[in-house]
């Protein structure tokens, strides 16, 4: 499996999206109740998503601070966004899921957050060095 030297940019790029990540978690966990109530959403969607979103921040912390990581794991991180993403369009336009306003703008926050988050950690991958290519031994 092909490894890389992560670049600053990208252990930033995975440290935001764990900060932010496990900011939704805990308020996805300890807000359920009101969040589902003003939202409009099922409680058990936002707990579901919240501990879900708890593995997602170990693994990102973990990419975050290795020296070196392999590159189909930071292509996990970026395909898991893009889904990320198109799970919550899927909700808010299909026919599932019965939202109000502030429902809907919650999705599309995530939307746009997760593919800005995934825009950020391709470019940190392009960025890093291959592991074992002359330009990471020179670094």
Do not use: C
């Not at 496990?22 to 009101?34: E, H």
């Not at 020296?67 to 794991?73: E, F, G």
């Amino acid at each position: 499996m092909r490894s890389v030297f992560p670049s600053r940019f990208l252990k930033r790029a995975l440290g935001a999206d764990a900060l932010v990540s496990g900011a939704v978690a805990l308020l996805q966990l300890l807000a359920a109740g009101a969040l589902a109530e003003q939202l409009a959403l099922p409680r058990a969607l936002l707990l579901g998503t919240g501990v879900f979103l708890l593995g997602y921040v170990a693994l990102l912390v973990m990419l975050a601070r290795a020296q070196r990581v392999p590159a189909a794991l930071i292509l996990l991180v970026v395909a898991g966004n893009v889904l990320w993403a198109v799970g919550a369009l899927e909700l808010l336009l299909g026919d599932s899921l019965t939202t109000n306003t502030w429902g809907e703008a919650w999705l599309l926050l995530h939307v746009a957050a997760v593919l800005v988050f995934a825009a950020l950690e391709w470019a940190g991958l392009r960025a890093s060095s291959m592991a074992g290519s002359a330009q990471a031994a020179r670094a």
